[in-house]
């Protein structure tokens, strides 16, 4: 049965080879993504100094709608992620626009409320490593492909976790580099392999498991059976006006310690305000795992969700993509995340390495011996 394993972990491990590696280092840089995108697009980032009041919702909301012809409605409003950053509103097209089907991004000075930008979601260069990410461009069958992928490189780390854990001060010795002996080069990639391995065997787990709960969403939910979006009737008042701005202060006297994190507004399949707030307690920091249904014209908090409320099966479903981005744990975790995917990335290669000269550069010298 060892040999069978480990022989199980070569190939299960060569056949993850280059899909790791490119889940890796795409992985590092969708843990920085609004970071290096503000990089390449400065002019999504405010100038020092501003001290001008902040502009009404409903003038956000406006310039989202009027960003471009034939905008449906807007799908959601995200609010800046900090002093320097924009509003961001995806808006939907109509079904004549050319843009229909396509998720349109609209960035909003949140001082001003003039359109900074306008670009399709997977058209610049972050959104388009996240879509690799979770299907390398080829399409939605290839997130399924990666799911399927990641439970076999989950057993593979379990099987490669087992044979490869040092069982003696010898074999640790070894490992950390301790004997005096000088090394053959597949000698030093089978310590990197391993090394890195387990050095990295924590969070390497949590992002495993944690993305294969994002590949199979559905399952995921029933297995931890996490809380149903609310569908609240609402009855429409006629020449009832419509004030965003009194859906914030709604929200902020039912739960005055916490923040608004997204609007998504009314349409004809969900007529009620949603509202999503976090806290301090909260792992989805920039989405929020608490929710607000509102009447879009009374204001009346028609529904709610409340993270403090859930038992623990249900709000680890809210804790999956936190782990998997870092976001829980704020710069820290992603931090961590980022160098995992670098050691990921790096085991892979030695992993690759060592398969190549043990397969064919021992053949090469066994034909001159």
């Known amino acids: 049965m060892r040999k069978f ?17 490119l889940q890796s280092i795409s992985g590092t840089i969708i843990v920085f993504d609004h970071a290096i995108d503000e990089w390449l697009n400065p002019q999504l980032v405010l100038d020092d100094g501003i001290s001008a009041p902040p502009a009404p919702i409903a003038e956000v909301m406006y310039a989202a709608l009027h960003a471009l012809p034939d905008v449906a409605h807007i799908n959601s409003l995200r609010t800046p992620r900090n002093d320097k950053a924009m509003y961001t509103a995806f808006v939907e097209m109509n079904s004549q626009s050319p843009l229909h089907g396509k998720t349109i991004e609209v960035m909003i000075n949140p001082y001003t409320a003039d359109v900074v930008s306008v670009r399709a979601w997977g058209s610049y260069f972050t959104s388009m490593i996240y879509l690799f990410h979770f299907t390398f461009l080829l399409g939605d069958k290839m997130e399924l492909v990666l799911g399927l992928l990641a439970m076999l490189m989950l057993v593979n780390v379990i099987v490669g976790v087992y044979y490869g854990w040092p069982r003696s001060k010898k074999a640790w010795n070894w490992l950390l580099a301790r004997t005096q002996k000088s090394s053959s080069t597949i000698a030093r990639l089978r310590r990197t392999h391993i090394a890195l391995g387990l050095i990295s065997l924590p969070v390497f787990i949590i992002l495993i498991i944690t993305g294969i709960s994002l590949i199979f969403p559905d399952q995921t939910k029933w297995l931890l059976n996490r809380p149903a979006k609310a569908s609240p009737d609402v009855d ?33 399949q969900s007529p009620s305000v949603e509202i999503r707030l976090n806290a301090d307690n909260d792992p989805r920091k920039t989405s929020g795992s608490f929710v607000l249904w509102l009447n879009p014209q009374t204001n009346e908090i028609l529904a709610e969700q409340s993270y403090d409320t859930m038992s623990l099966r249900q709000k680890t479903a809210f804790w999956l993509f936190p782990l998997h981005s870092g976001e ?6 992603r931090i961590i995340v980022f160098i995992t995917g670098i050691f990921t990335a790096v085991l892979s290669v030695a992993g690759g390495c060592l398969w190549y000269r043990r397969k064919f550069k021992r053949q090469h010298q066994k034909r001159f011996i």
Not at 328 to 333: E, I, K, R, S, V
């Open 236 to 268: 429409w008042l006629s020449n009832h006006p419509i004030q965003p701005d009194n859906w914030l202060i709604s929200a902020k006297q039912y739960w005055p310690e916490k923040q608004w994190q997204r609007i998504i507004p009314p349409s004809s």
């Open 328 to 333: 829980a744990f704020d710069l820290t975790g």
């Open 5 to 21: 394993w480990i022989e199980f972990h070569r190939i299960s491990g060569l056949i993850l080879f280059i899909p790791l590696f």
